[in-house]
T-cell receptor, first 113, second 117 residues
Framework: NAGVTQTPKFRVLKTGQSMTLLCAQDMNHEYMYWYRQDPGMGLRLIHYSVGEGTTAKGEVPDGYNVSRLKKQNFLLGLESAAPSQTSVYFC????????????FGPGTRLLVL | GESVGLHLPTLSVQEGDNSIINCAYSNSASDYFIWYKQESGKGPQFIIDIRSNMDKRQGQRVTVLLNKTVKHLSLQIAATQPGDSAVYFCAERASNAGGTSYGKLTFGQGTILTVHP
């Protein structure tokens, strides 16, 4: 099992550009999450999904959109990137019982100039 | 222990010593707690978890203690090794009563552990 994978690993954007981060999991997990991690801060939840075709806002959703068209994939979109969105983005997934916690991907480092 | 702010707490130990990392959680209704380890350039990795109906749980070289009275969680690492150097996060999950937590976790800000050979 590959677990949770993320693409790309690193990206540089100019202010106003758009991009999509892709997350894939092969554990048949119901729940998926997108976080951002900034220096000196813990992980903050952007959006999450409790199943195919459903999404919900987390703690810091502004400026991001998500879609979960397939159970195994969770996409995070930035429609118009801003320097404040420079961060490391992590995707995670968990089973319905959530025991054992969330499984994290390796992260995507995004720099917005 | 963990605190609000831009500077992460740090803990430096010698190889072979025992390490204790502390965490104050916020929600008295949280029913499940997890410790994660994050190495540089990687995603967080599960270490150990504990339910709120327990006060201690042991794993391989790690022990988690939970004190619900003061909302405090600690991670003890025995015989710390250089490979244990990382940032350690605690995370709490609000009670899943009614099935609405959806596994969402609230993370602490992390503690940097440095192990010197």
């Amino acid at each position: 099992n590959a677990g949770v994978t993320q693409t790309p690993k690193f990206r540089v954007l100019k202010t106003g550009q758009s991009m999509t981060l892709l997350c894939a999991q092969d554990m048949n997990h119901e729940y998926m999450y997108w976080y951002r991690q900034d220096p000196g801060m813990g992980l903050r939840l952007i959006h999450y999904s409790v199943g195919e075709g459903t999404t919900a806002k987390g703690e810091v959703p502004d400026g991001y959109n998500v879609s979960r068209l397939k159970k195994q994939n969770f996409l995070l979109g930035l429609e118009s990137a801003a320097p404040s969105q420079t961060s490391v983005y992590f995707c995670a997934s968990s089973g319905r019982t959530s025991e054992g916690g969330q499984y994290f991907g390796p992260g995507t480092r995004l720099l917005v100039l | 222990g963990e605190s609000v702010g831009l500077h992460l707490p740090t803990l430096s130990v010698q190889e072979g010593d025992n390490s204790i990392i502390n965490c104050a959680y916020s929600n008295s209704a949280s029913d499940y707690f997890i410790w994660y380890k994050q190495e540089s350039g990687k995603g967080p990795q599960f270490i150990i978890d504990i339910r709120s109906n327990m006060d201690k749980r042991q794993g391989q070289r790690v022990t988690v203690l939970l004190n619900k009275t003061v909302k405090h969680l600690s991670l003890q690492i025995a015989a710390t090794q250089p490979g244990d150097s990382a940032v350690y996060f605690c995370a709490e999950r609000a009670s899943n009563a009614g099935g609405t937590s959806y596994g969402k976790l609230t993370f602490g800000q992390g503690t940097i552990l440095t192990v010197h050979p």
